[in-house]
């Protein structure tokens, strides 16, 4: 069996990696891929400590509290994302353009 | 209540009444008046029955007074009671009250009803009928007040109708407030008004003081019983300063030296107000001021002596300028101040009954002596009145040109001058054209003059003899003022009644309705009897006033020839008064009636009396001497206060100069260029430009740019993580 640090630390540069992404690129398709990466490390950890509290015998744990955490996540990420696209699809019709950094409108 | 106490308490509880009755008539005037358009009749009838009821209550009162002497005091209303002071509206009926009651409403109702014949024409010739109403309107007012000040239980009440009666007397002096008396557009009238009001004001602050010290050393109190009971045990020097300060009141309303001066410009007012308001009652309140306060002047004799001494020389003075007048009104004018003076005199010495005596005969006598020479007035007016029509109708084009001005037409003659109906130089003769008039002046004069047996004989044979048992001094006053007396009397009568008539309007002149003549007759009637009041031997008013004034016998070494007696008439008093005015009756007629007045003849007198008589016509200048003393330097200090204090020191320099400067550089250099532009509005401005600095600076974190947003984002979660995990 493989020690639960593993997937957190996994879990740790798979968020790392998403944050960096949100953050450095300007394209918002690539954006929503690495919030979706950061989502998924979550989720990993989630289930990580899941499988580790079940396995630990912790009291009164519910088993597959992690797994439904993730679902809630999965099904949150799926709407937001719908949302994001339906976002971005009607900028690029008004700006013929979806670069993130020309979304600048409201700034001071 | 029961029964014993209902009978025994007569018609005690009608005292109000006194003061309701002419109320009543009063506010039916006032309203009903004009809502249903009441003619002269009714708003006379009205106004008669008023005071009538009021005399009918008067006379219930003194019955039950002649039932029960000591008089009763009636409760009627609270009116101020605060801690321990209670002032209540009390009426107190006694019989020097219920006295004075019969004396006012009497003569009063028969003054209203001469008022109705004489205000319908007197409106007439005034051309003002609108305000036929309001006379007696005033009238009954002025009934009511001086109820108020007869019946009062309280010197707070007293003064409360004293002060209404003040007013009332005003309200008539001004009822032709925009007139002289002769019709001519002036303020004379209202002048008169008010130097009345004012003169008044003089002596009610003296009675005022009088007042506060009664109030502060006698028993805290105004009630007459409490402040005599009180006064028993004060300090002399206090009571002979409340004597003397009631003394400065009594001379302002009973017209003394040296408030007088009001009562001859008083004559301004129509001629029943004369009567009623200026000799019969009101001024006489002074008089029955002083007999109420009887117990307080009993105890302190120099306080009686300066008032004994004031009224005699009042009554001589008044009586040596009543022979210069000629105006007869305001011969009967000096005359009122006078017998004033007779009445002052005699109340000061203590002969209250004598005083109370000849207060009766003299509003008796007066009123007849006014109301008839009001009657005079009016014939010669009605006399002109015809002339100007016959004049008119002369040429009837001049007519309808003058109607413009209304006045005109009348009080002129044709030569443009003014006709004065009231100046004796325009009468004469009168007793042909107007004989029941002159036979009832020929009963007023006698009475005055102190003919045997008229009443004025009896009264003030009275007071003559009182004043020569207790003040020599007085006696000789009031002696040659009754010689005096008898002397003007006499040159009024020859001027205005015998020889030829100097005027056309006194040839012309008619007689009186009877709604005049009818109450005339019945104060000549009363005239002539009213010696009976209080006759030697029987004394009917002393046995009457005995329950409610203390007479106090004086110690007094008398002369043998006045101790003879006959009933309490001395019998050489009465010879040398009587003599004294037969000779002064002679004496006029040597110089009046023997060569009668010619027209624009002057005054027989001024050529052997010289400046004398120039003094005597003149006022004595009193008039002109208080210009001299007291008004004009009052005036010059007024303008010098409005001037130089108020004006140019207060105003201009105080003002202007001290606070409007002081507030203006207050304002344009402290507050506007340091506190103002350099505190405030900088600071307003420092904030204004920080705010926008700051501002500045801090827009520049919102860049638009997402990512950066998620950086900051991303940073303060790492912040809060890192100290969360390593604290």
Known sequence: MVHVDYYVILSAILFTIGALGVLVRRNPLIIFMSIELMLNAGNLAFVAFGRSHELLGTPNFNPFSGQIFVFFVIAVAAAEVAVGLALIVEIFKTKKNINIDEMNSLKG | ?727
């Open chain 2, 1 to 727: 209540m029961h029964l014993s106490e209902t009978t025994s308490s007569g018609f005690f509880y009608l005292a109000p009444w006194l003061v309701f009755a002419p109320l009543t008539g009063l506010l039916i005037n006032l309203i009903f008046g004009k809502l249903f358009k009441f003619s002269e009749r009714t708003v006379g009838i009205v106004a008669s029955l008023a005071s009538g009821a009021a005399f009918v209550v008067a006379v219930l009162l003194a019955y039950s007074v002649s039932l029960n002497p000591e008089g009763m005091s009636i409760p009627f209303a609270q009116w101020i009671h605060v801690g321990t002071l209670q002032i209540d509206w009390t009426f107190r009926v006694d019989s020097l009250s219920a006295t004075m009651m019969l004396v006012v409403s009497g003569v009063g109702t028969l003054i209203h009803i001469y008022a109705i014949g004489y205000m319908h024409e007197d409106v007439r010739f005034k051309k003002e009928e609108g305000r036929f109403t309001r006379f007696f309107i005033f009238l009954n007012l002025f009934i009511a007040a001086m109820m108020i000040l007869v019946s009062g239980d309280s010197y707070m009440m007293l003064f409360v109708g004293w002060e209404g009666v003040g007013l009332c007397s005003f309200l008539l002096i001004g009822f032709w407030y925009e007139m002289d008396t002769l019709a001519r557009p002036s303020w004379a009238n209202s002048n008169a008004a008010k130097k009345a009001f004012i003169t008044n004001r003089v002596g009610d602050f003296g009675f005022l003081i009088a007042g506060f010290l009664m109030f502060w050393y006698l028993g805290n109190s105004f009630q007459f019983d409490k402040v005599f009971e009180a006064a028993k045990t004060a300090p002399p020097e206090i009571i002979v300063a409340i004597t003397l300060f009631m003394l400065v009141g009594v001379a302002g309303k009973s017209a003394q030296i040296p408030l007088y001066i009001w009562l001859p410009d008083a004559m301004a007012g129509p001629t029943p107000v004369s009567a009623l308001i200026h000799a019969a009652t009101m001024v006489t309140a002074g008089v029955y001021l002083v007999t109420r306060s009887a117990p307080l002047y009993t105890l302190v004799p120099q306080a009686q002596y300066i008032v004994a001494m004031t009224g005699a020389v009042t009554a001589l003075f008044a009586a040596t300028i009543a022979v210069g007048q000629y105006d007869i009104k305001k011969v009967l004018a000096y005359s009122t101040i006078s017998q004033l003076g007779f009445m002052v005199a005699a109340v000061g010495m203590g002969a209250y009954t004598a005083g109370m005596f000849h207060l009766i005969t003299h509003a008796f006598f007066k009123a007849l002596l006014f109301l008839s020479a009001g009657s005079v007035i009016l014939g010669l007016e009605r006399g002109h009145h015809h002339l100007a029509h016959a004049h008119a109708h002369h040429d009837e084009k001049q007519k309808g040109k003058k109607k413009e001005g209304k006045k005109d037409d009348h009080g002129h003659d044709e030569h443009g001058e003014v006709f004065d109906p009231g100046d004796m130089r325009n009468m004469g003769g009168l007793r042909k054209t107007m004989p029941v008039t002159f036979w009832l002046y020929i009963i007023g004069t006698l009475a005055l003059a102190g003919i045997f047996p008229f009443a004025g004989f009896w009264s003030k044979d009275e007071i003559l003899l009182d004043a020569a048992k207790l003040y020599p001094t007085v006696y000789w006053l009031l002696a040659i003022a009754a010689f005096f007396t008898a002397f003007y009397m006499g040159r009024q009568i020859w001027m205005v009644f015998f020889g030829e008539a100097r005027h056309e309007a006194a040839a012309h002149a008619e007689e009186s309705p009877k709604v005049m003549t009818v109450p005339l007759m019945v104060l000549a009637a009363l005239s002539i009897l009213g010696g009976a009041l209080n006759l030697p031997y029987i004394h009917t008013l002393g046995h009457w006033l005995e329950h409610t004034v203390e007479l106090v016998e004086h110690e007094a070494q008398v002369a043998p020839w006045l101790e003879q007696s006959l009933g309490g008439l001395n019998i050489y008093v009465a010879l040398i008064s009587t003599v004294a005015a037969l000779l002064a009756i002679f004496i006029s007629w040597l110089i009046y009636g023997r060569n009668p007045l010619k027209t624009g003849q002057v005054d027989p007198l001024k050529k052997p009396l010289g400046f004398i008589f120039t003094g005597m016509e003149n006022k004595w200048f009193v008039d002109e001497g208080y210009f001299a003393v007291i008004i004009n330097p009052f005036k010059k200090l007024s303008q010098f206060i409005a001037d130089v204090i108020d004006w140019r020191f207060w105003h201009d320099f105080v003002h202007d100069t001290v606070i409007l400067g002081t507030y203006n550089w207050l304002s344009e250099i402290a507050l506007n260029d340091y506190a103002d532009q350099k505190g405030i509005d900088a600071f307003a401005n420092w904030l204004g430009t920080a705010t926008q600095s700051v501002s500045a600076t801090l827009r520049k974190v919102q860049n638009g740019f997402v990512r950066s947003y998620a950086l900051s984002v991303m940073l303060g979660v790492v912040l809060i993580l890192g100290y969360l995990i390593f604290k």
